[in-house]
């Protein structure tokens, strides 16, 4: 096996193409600047190692078997990746990582987030292989449920963490504050908390079952809020999922206001007056900063981004309607 990797060299592939594009060995040889016989032998080597025919040498012309054929459709494509991958990686010695992992919590807005992408996708960068095109880095974006924003950020597996309801714990990050998000009790019109006199007691609202999204933490303590003692819980793992159990009368809930804005404006969902503390979360964005080194240039720009107040408030805000 080793072998077989080792004939099948970039030099090895651009003979088969240039032979089959020629339709000779002789003339593929000219362009080439070598004797037939030195191609000829090139081949014969190249057919030992992989146990196959690539050429059909009963006809006049170099006419490529099936497994000729295969290794020069694969052959082309590994020399296009092999060409992006070289200038890709001279881009990013102009300081682009090659890879930026966003994490954010659930409970940020989603549209914001694509339009923040498109517009990073929309930059233009200038190298001497490349004048005008995107960013070399390739973005990831994950999402977590509030300890495992901070987990992703700590254990290295992200870069930059979006809404996280609590400042990460213990050094090596940089934290900002994204804004307060309000969260607002309610229920569907179905639900028998509909009916009830406001305010609704803690003791009220514990005999109901109460939707929490599940902390997506790891390694980190769990976090659960909203859940009254000895409450029934069912259990969802994101916002949209909340809200749609919300939707059906399976239980009830706090969520972003701005998340439910048109369910309650249409009724499908109703606010209810609580007597439990107000749900005013401060969210914050962070990310790994290490002091000896200059932040790559896609953090630089997400960073730009986030000290934009609109911005931030669109990420609070912006839900799908």
Not at 133 to 157: D, F, Y
Not at 166 to 191: K, M, N, R, S, T
Not at 272 to 300: C, D, E, I, M, V
Request: glycine content about 6%; proline content about 6%; overall charge neutral.
């Amino acid at each position: 096996m080793p072998e077989r990797r080792n004939v099948l060299t970039p030099e090895a592939l651009t003979m088969v193409d240039l032979i089959a594009r020629t339709g000779s060995f002789a003339a593929a040889a000219r362009e080439l600047g070598k004797v037939p016989s030195a191609l000829t032998y090139s081949v014969r080597q190249l057919e030992d190692a992989l146990d196959v025919l690539l050429f059909d040498r009963s006809s006049r012309q170099a006419k490529l078997t099936a497994a000729g054929d295969e290794l020069l459709h694969e052959g082309r494509r590994l020399l296009i990746e092999m060409d992006a991958v070289a200038n890709r990686v001279r881009r990013v010695a102009t300081g682009w990582e090659a890879q930026f992992t966003i994490v954010l919590d659930d409970i940020v807005a989603r549209e914001p987030v694509f339009d923040l992408i498109e517009a990073f996708y929309q930059l233009r960068v200038s190298t001497k292989d490349a004048p005008d095109s995107p960013p070399p880095t390739r973005l990831r974006v994950r999402t977590e449920v509030l300890s495992g924003t901070w987990e992703a950020l700590a254990t290295g597996e992200g870069d930059l963490a979006i809404g996280g309801a609590f400042e990460p714990a213990g050094g090596g990050f940089q934290c900002e504050a994204l804004g307060p998000i309000d969260l607002v009790f309610a229920v569907a019109p179905q639900h028998p908390l509909a009916r009830a006199s406001e305010p609704l007691t803690a003791e009220q609202i514990a005999r109901h079952r109460v939707i929490a999204i599940a902390d997506s933490a790891r390694h980190f303590a769990p976090i659960t809020v909203g859940v009254q003692v000895g409450q029934d819980v069912l259990t969802v793992p994101s916002l949209a999922m909340k809200i749609e159990t919300m939707l059906r009368g399976l239980g009830c809930g706090s969520v972003p206001e701005a998340a439910i804005r048109s369910h309650l404006a249409a009724g499908r969902l109703l606010r209810k007056k609580t007597t439990l503390p107000p749900r005013n979360s401060p969210l914050h964005y962070a990310w790994r900063a290490a002091s000896s080194a200059t932040p790559g240039l896609a953090l630089q720009w997400w960073l730009a981004q986030l000290r934009s107040e609109a911005t931030r408030k669109a990420l609070l805000e912006g839900y799908a309607r």
